[in-house]
């Protein structure tokens, strides 16, 4: 297969874990004879500094014209301390998102066996969680309409949602479930929100083309609770915009690190994929950023566009690294691994290994695998 992929590195360290993803996916183009090419665009507070803006358009179109979007990190506390920054590095990430039509975020949260013990909640909670957040990524009060009175004194945000923007993303997230564990949670605040009471008919409607998916509802401030205290009863959870952008951080310190958890946006014609971590900027540069997440978020777009055994391959090579405690110091606190010796363990065990051909994608997951 041949892809052209746009790499929007960005800021702190989206350019070192993001060399990491770029190393392993060479070791899968060489291994099974696919043919990558990498475009470079800027993105982000490097966008700013460079051009004035966070988004230039020669990245709009760049990913426009490219098979897949590879994103790094973006964000900068010279922007963070400033609420009054006229320009900010995230204008560029919701610009692209909303530019590339990508309406869907689908975030999987997993408990890695062999990390376990990394976790701040106790193992028999979390042990077997394996759930997929489906988060709307273009709608809702993160794009309706914001004011700011005159005087500065008042401000708003509108949370608007169509019926059309529900149901595309409800379909995603139904067809996941049914080649999942067919249970789907709709997380709102239906007893307040009127938005969200639209989100449950639509979702509901669309649900009777989905009789084998069991779906329950859940509102947002109990399904924060239940996410901790047994996170393990979650299959597919879809929500929309902000709802999903604090539920995953919350997932995410269910496995132990924020590092480990790989993110895809996908849209109609275009699709992105990226760490849910941040810019991590205290860490810029000194080579213990964990790669995980962007060599994982690699392997999401591998497994977008039909690539399974490849995908699969990275995770192995993944897993790998885990059990022989190849990991950085998020992982493990002695560790003497950096962010590049990570990635390159993990890159020339996707060259090395063929003998996971054969092994089924559960097993694997569920951490039965017998070659890790
Ligand atoms: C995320 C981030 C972004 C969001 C920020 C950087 C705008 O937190 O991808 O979750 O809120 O969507
Ligand atoms: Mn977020």
């Not at 696919?34 to 990245?59: C, K, M, N, R, S």
């Not at 709709?186 to 509901?204: G, I, P």
Request: glycine content about 8%; hydrophobic content about 40%.
């Amino acid at each position: 297969m041949k892809l052209k992929i746009a790499v929007l590195k960005g800021d702190g360290i989206g350019p070192e874990v993001t060399n990491q993803a770029i190393k392993c996916l060479n070791a899968i183009a060489e291994n099974f004879g696919h043919t990558f090419d990498y475009t470079e665009g800027v993105v982000g507070a490097a966008a700013i500094d460079q051009t004035g803006d966070p988004l230039p358009e020669a990245t709009l179109d760049l990913c426009k014209n490219s098979d897949a979007v590879l994103f790094g990190a973006i964000g900068d506390p010279k922007y963070d301390n400033n609420p009054d920054s006229k320009v900010r590095p995230e204008q560029g990430l919701l610009r692209l998102r909303k530019g590339l039509g990508l309406y869907s975020n689908i975030r999987p949260v997993k408990v890695f066996p062999t990390l376990i013990g990394n976790s701040p909640l106790k193992k028999k909670i979390i042990r077997g969680t394996d759930f997929v957040i489906y988060r709307e990524l273009t709608g809702g009060i993160y794009f309706g309409e914001k004011t700011l009175s005159e005087d500065g004194t008042e401000a708003s945000d509108l949370c608007i949602y169509s019926e059309a923007e529900i149901s595309r993303i409800a379909h995603l997230a139904f067809k996941a479930a049914k080649n999942r564990r067919k249970k789907l949670t709709l997380v709102d605040k239906a007893n307040v929100l009127e938005s969200s009471r639209l989100w449950r008919r639509v979702v509901t409607k669309i649900g009777e083309s989905y009789p084998d998916v069991e779906l329950s509802f859940l509102f947002v401030d109990n399904a924060a609770m239940q996410l901790i205290l047994n996170p393990s009863q979650f299959d597919v959870i879809l929500t929309e915009n902000m709802f999903g952008d604090i539920l995953s951080d919350e997932g995410s310190v269910i496995g132990g690190s924020i590092g480990l958890l790989p993110s895809a946006s996908v849209g109609d014609d275009n699709a992105m994929f990226e760490p849910i971590h941040g810019s991590y900027p205290q860490a810029t540069g000194k080579d213990i950023a964990n790669p995980i997440a962007a060599i994982l978020s690699a392997a999401m777009l591998l497994d977008h566009f039909g690539l399974d055994e490849e995908s699969r391959a990275v995770v192995l090579a993944v897993f790998k690294a885990m059990k022989k405690e190849i990991v950085t110091e998020d992982l493990n606190a002695d560790s003497e691994f950096g962010t590049e010796a990570v990635g390159d363990f993990i890159a020339n065990n996707i060259a090395m290994s063929d003998d996971h051909i054969s092994l089924n994608r559960e097993n694997i997951w569920l951490g039965k695998s017998t070659i890790i």
